[in-house]
Each structure stands twice: as structure tokens, then as C-alpha cells.
């Protein structure tokens, strides 16, 4: 008897210094607004748990960022485009293609057939105009495409007044894609410019590669993302005006963004489901157990009145 006196005396103690009192049952009764609360409680984690069921299922967009593994200068990089000089016939403006290796094309538009290095188009357009509209193919690496005067209006008192309608670089993105909307491929898309006699305009690109998969539709593309910046000025050399040029000189970044898709059908086989909601599964599990708990307790003191009745 004792030791049973000691055992006691020690649990005792830590009775004693408990500062978790746990009410007795008999102090504690289910209310209708804990009921309430219970309720409203089981319905935002339902609703929680089929949210993120619905978003597992739709799936998401991973975003990534890395450097970029093509050989700078070596890959071709296509550029469509839609530009339109005012006040220029085709025979007195021309686009001409540099880059940093030493590549200098002079007047593609006008290179005969078999020695044609792009698809691009040049015509009359307008009352005077001459649009250049198709692609042409850059190197990866720092360079630029002009637009300059030829003949009688190679001179500082030309006017370079031209509209932008499409300049996009890399492959081309489906209209119907919902990445069209927000990635900046065409950033000078409907880009109107006035200027005066003897203006050059200069156009600053910044470009990074991104690349688009989504292994569901099996679409994978790579277009360029750009940003830019414009100014205009009349150029002098040794205090002397020069003829206009329109430049759009451009800059590829080293890195790469990557956009991947990654869509999961709702399956309960998939065991991340299960990882993705396990938060809210303990938590809908707490609700059910107290409520089973609730509900056993009230029968017990139920039924011992009962037996204390009879």
C-alpha cells in the first residue's frame, strides 16, 4: 500500500501544476451556437477541399528562369514584321540588315528571287507610301535593321513618318492561347510615328527568349518577349545635318524564361491530391470527431438519467 500511496502522491503533484484544466463533463453542454458554428465551420472546408480539387484538376502555369543554351550568333532568329514609310516610294527606301559578325544585307526587299535570304515583301501602299511587311532572319546576337532613303531622298531633308503594325520576334503564338494576352511578343504592335524633316528614330530592343510547352496539346514554341525604347533626334556629323534613318537595334538578354503547363486530370489515384489538401482533411476530420464526440456524450448523459430515473 505503500508504494500504491507514493504513486498517487506523485501524480498528485503534477495534477497540481497543471495549467491545462480540463473541465468535467458535467460543466460542459453543447449550445445552438456552438452547433452554428460547427456547421458554418464544415461548410467553408467543404468548400475549401472542392476548390482545391477544382484547381488540382485545371492545373497550373509553372514559371521558370534559366540561362540560356543556344550559341549566340550562330541561331537565326525570325522577325515578323509590318512597317509602313510615309511619303517614300518603294524605289527610295530600303531595309538593311547588320549585325556585330559583320553581316551587312543592303536592300533585301529589292534582292532578286534566287538570292533572296527572306520572305519579306516590299511594296507601294497608300498615296506615296511603301509598306515592307513578311520575315527576316536575325542572328542572336547584338545588331540592327534600318530603314533608309535612297536616291533624290538621301538627304537631311526627308521625313521619316512610318507606322508600326506588327513587329514580333521568334515563333509565332496561337491567338486562341491564353499567354497571348499578357506576354509582351509585340510590344509596338499599331505604334504610329510623325516626324519631322530631317528626324531619326531610334528604337532600343531589349529581347529574352521564353519558351512556352504544354505536353497536353502538344504545343511548343519559342517566342521573344521585348521591351524598348524610343527616341528621336536629327543626327550631325562634323556640324552638319544627316539623312534620317529609322534604327531598331537590338539586344538579347543571356537568359531564358520558360512557361510549362502543367495540367493534371482529377483523379483520386493521384496521390498529391491527398498531399495538396492534407491541411484541410485534418482539419474537416477535427469537425467530424468533435461532432461524433458531441453526439456520444449527450447519449451517456442522456441514458444515466434515464437509469438514475428508473
Not at 20 to 25: K, T
Not at 103 to 116: F, L, Q, S, T, V
Not at 234 to 259: E, N, T
Request: a negative charge.
Amino acid at each position: 500500500s505503500s508504494g500504491i500511496n507514493a504513486e498517487y502522491g506523485r501524480m498528485d503533484v503534477l495534477r497540481k501544476i497543471d495549467i491545462f484544466h480540463c473541465p468535467s463533463y458535467d460543466v460542459s453542454e453543447p449550445t445552438s451556437k456552438g452547433g452554428a458554428l460547427s456547421i458554418a465551420g464544415i461548410i467553408f472546408c467543404l468548400f475549401c477541399f472542392c476548390s482545391e480539387i477544382g484547381d488540382f484538376s485545371a492545373g497550373h502555369t509553372k514559371e521558370m528562369v534559366f540561362v540560356e543554351n543556344t550559341w549566340g550568333g550562330k541561331s537565326k532568329v525570325p522577325v515578323q514584321l509590318d512597317i509602313t514609310i510615309h511619303s517614300l516610294t518603294c524605289d527610295h527606301v530600303s531595309l538593311d540588315i547588320q549585325d556585330g559578325h559583320g553581316r551587312y544585307e543592303i536592300d533585301e526587299g529589292h534582292a532578286p528571287e534566287k538570292n533572296r535570304r527572306h520572305d519579306l515583301v516590299k511594296e507601294g501602299a497608300g498615296d506615296g507610301d511603301c509598306r515592307f511587311y513578311g520575315t527576316i532572319y536575325v542572328r542572336h546576337m547584338k545588331g540592327n535593321f534600318h530603314f533608309t532613303p535612297r536616291g533624290v531622298h538621301h538627304h537631311p531633308n526627308t521625313s521619316l513618318a512610318h507606322t508600326i503594325d506588327q513587329l514580333q520576334f521568334g515563333d509565332n503564338i496561337a491567338d486562341d492561347l491564353a499567354y497571348d494576352n499578357y506576354l509582351k511578343h509585340d510590344s509596338l504592335k499599331y505604334s504610329d510615328q510623325s516626324s519631322y524633316v530631317g528626324e531619326s528614330h531610334d528604337y532600343n530592343l531589349k529581347l529574352i527568349r521564353t519558351e512556352i510547352n504544354d505536353p497536353d496539346s502538344h504545343y511548343h514554341v519559342y517566342p521573344y518577349q521585348y521591351t524598348y525604347s524610343h527616341r528621336h533626334f536629327v543626327g550631325h556629323h562634323d556640324g552638319k545635318p544627316l539623312p534620317p534613318k529609322i534604327y531598331f537595334r537590338l539586344d538579347f538578354s543571356p537568359l531564358q524564361c520558360g512557361l510549362l503547363q502543367i495540367t493534371t486530370h482529377s483523379s483520386f489515384s493521384y496521390p498529391d491530391i491527398w498531399l495538396s489538401s492534407v491541411e484541410l482533411l485534418q482539419f474537416l476530420k477535427c469537425f467530424i470527431v468533435t461532432i461524433l464526440y458531441n453526439l456520444c456524450f449527450n447519449f451517456t448523459l442522456n441514458l444515466k438519467r434515464v437509469i438514475n430515473l428508473v
